[in-house]
């Protein structure tokens, strides 16, 4: 009986040795709060990523189409009607761009005027009504729509122009 004392005792006294496995708190790591908007050079990048491209064709329009129009099929004039073309494509990926953003409200004034002119130019639908050739056709509708451009490139180089303090 004596062994199975020992035995009993030297059980009690290993479990009151063992500590109780403590559970050890591991900070939760906190969210990253999301930004409530996007940081004004976020926004403005996207305008900063095309503008000079924009102005280049805008500075560029008149004499361009005077170069379609007398010289037909030359090389400058096919790449003036492209930059034409381009400015529409790259006028609809900014608003698209624009829009995934959260504007901050400083800067929602300017955001929607631009983002209106620019639909403007997407809107003319230059493409469509004037064709994807190597000059556009010769229409009244096309010449509308040439006109209509024009009117949008004036009012848009005044949006750019806004844009300087961000840039």
């Not at 037909?72 to 790449?79: H, L, R």
């Not at 009607?81 to 529409?88: D, G, I, N």
Request: net charge negative.
């Amino acid at each position: 009986m004596k062994p199975l004392i020992v035995a009993v005792a030297v059980l009690l006294l290993l479990a009151g040795c063992s500590a109780s496995a403590v559970a050890e708190s591991t900070p939760t790591p906190s969210a990253t709060p999301t930004p409530e908007f996007a940081t004004e050079n976020q926004v403005a990048s996207v305008i900063a990523g095309y503008g000079p491209d924009w102005r280049e064709m805008m500075d560029g329009a008149i004499g361009c189409r005077g170069e379609w129009t007398f010289n037909p099929g030359s090389i400058p004039g096919y790449t003036c009607w492209l930059a034409e073309q381009t400015m529409s494509v790259t006028a609809e990926t900014a608003v698209r761009d624009l829009a995934e953003l959260k504007i901050p409200p400083s800067m929602a004034g300017i955001v929607a005027d631009t983002t209106g002119v620019l639909q403007g130019i997407v809107d003319v639908k230059v493409k469509t009504i004037c064709g994807e050739g190597e000059a556009p056709i010769e229409s009244d509708e096309c010449n509308k729509a040439l006109g209509s451009l024009n009117f949008y490139y004036v009012i848009l180089d005044g949006k750019l122009d806004a844009w300087a303090p961000y840039l």
